[in-house]
């Protein structure tokens, strides 16, 4: 089935005892009850399907679960609070029965950076940072470390680099371990990381899913060996996502692939305009015949978009020099998120990668210029207007 009609139609139209509701409505209920107790008892035990616990699981929170896993064509998935909840239940389900080891790729999300270093390397977990674009050090990264989990992006955040993701899942499957994929960059629309090899899939529902910037939620998606575990950890641990959230997500799944090609198609025109201005030093987009990556993008996502993510460097790459441009932009929002309707900028080194160290960032290639853009839905010449008038 086309992903357009899963985004519609997968997880509603659960059957009522005298109807079946077009959506799925929103449960608020914290708990459930049953005619007799043996009923209530079963569900506990996982004997019959039902609801006891909102902690546990809801209708609606099941239903979401149902259509993000139809779109990644999982076995199973677990919504939570935040992304970051989400990838923190992914790391936790990677690393249980396994060597207490992730080998991560370097160039990643700045709170990812510090969910390693600074939440996991206390507790005893060994951390290997690695340039996952290079498949030789990659393979010697994984090879030395023996890890129990393998975390990458599907598309890296900010500077838009692609691994090859399906060598790097043969790789990990090598040495027993789990690769995690934290796809929010790219979508199932652009990529579904299990069918590449990957065991878990992460996404920040607050981004392109949900997509109206009214959202705070996360998904893990899960092949069959990890749901269980999954499962357990999300009962334990309680990172759930409310009713009205699993809603608001829900439906804004509905478009999802609709908002993401035109998405995908303004990034395109707003970075061959970039690319040709002299305020410009350099742009960043997967769809850059000339991109680092281009033979793995050419790979893995032949035939389709190339994302709506676009970053660049202002030629005289100050931190004043881009207060000024972003202050300058009318249409375009000054926000720390990405995914929204709305195009967005954000500057990294003040928010998404703020904790990471300068000399840090200036390893990973974020520079005191960079600007990173999340393209919206608006008329594309409205959006470059925009950029013009700022710069």
């Known amino acids: 089935m086309n992903i357009h009609t899963k985004a519609v139609h997968a997880g509603d139209r659960k059957k009522l005892p005298d109807a079946i509701p077009s959506t799925t409505p929103?449960?608020?209920?914290?708990?459930?009850?049953?005619?007799?107790?043996?009923?209530?008892?079963?569900?506990?035990?996982?004997?019959?399907?039902?609801?006891?616990?909102?902690?546990?699981?809801?209708?609606?929170?099941?239903?979401?679960?149902?259509?993000?896993?139809?779109?990644?064509e999982g076995a199973g998935a677990l919504v939570t609070s935040s992304g970051m909840a989400a990838l923190q239940v992914a790391l936790q389900a990677a690393l249980t029965d396994r060597r207490r080891s992730v080998v991560a790729a370097s160039a990643i999300y700045g709170a990812t950076t510090n969910m390693l270093t600074k939440m996991l390397e206390p507790m005893g977990v060994d951390i290997t940072f690695v340039d996952i674009c290079d498949e030789a050090a990659v393979a010697k990264a994984i090879e030395q470390a023996k890890p129990g989990c393998v975390l990458m992006e599907s598309i890296s955040n900010p500077l838009l680099r692609v691994g090859p993701m399906d060598r790097i899942a043969t790789m990990a499957k090598a040495v027993g371990a789990a690769l995690i994929v934290d796809s929010t960059f790219a979508t199932p629309l652009l990529l579904q990381?299990?069918?590449?090899?990957?065991?878990?899939?992460?996404?920040?529902?607050?981004?392109?899913?949900?997509?109206?910037?009214d959202v705070l939620g996360g998904v893990v998606i899960s092949d069959e060996a990890h749901l269980p575990i999954i499962r357990s950890i999300g009962k334990i641990s309680g990172p759930v996502l409310g009713p009205f959230e699993c809603y608001l997500t829900m439906r804004g799944v509905k478009t999802f692939p609709l908002r993401m090609e035109r998405q995908c198609e303004n990034a395109c025109k707003v970075a061959q305009w970039l690319a040709s201005h002299a305020g410009v030093e350099r742009v960043y987009y997967p769809g850059d015949p000339r991109h680092a990556d281009a033979a793995t993008i050419g790979r893995l996502l032949a035939g389709k978009a190339h994302g709506a993510m676009v970053s660049f460097d202002l030629k005289e790459a100050t931190q004043e020099n881009v207060f000024r441009f972003m202050d300058r932009l009318k249409l375009i929002v000054r926000a720390t998120t990405l995914g929204d309707v709305h195009t967005l900028a954000l500057y990294p080194a003040m928010s998404s990668h703020r904790d990471l160290a300068p000399k840090q960032r200036q390893r990973q290639g974020i520079g005191d210029g960079l600007i990173r853009l999340s393209v919206g839905i608006e008329a594309p010449e409205d959006i470059i207007a925009d950029l013009e008038q700022a710069f």
Do not use: N, W
Request: charged share 20%; hydrophobic share 35%; net charge negative.
């Open 193 to 213: 990381p299990l069918q590449l090899g990957a065991h878990l899939v992460v996404h920040s529902l607050t981004k392109y899913l949900a997509g109206h910037g």
């Open 26 to 72: 929103i449960y608020t209920a914290s708990s459930f009850s049953y005619a007799e107790m043996a009923d209530l008892d079963k569900v506990f035990g996982e004997e019959m399907d039902g609801y006891c616990y909102s902690r546990y699981d809801t209708p609606t929170a099941r239903a979401l679960e149902e259509q993000l896993t139809a779109l990644e």
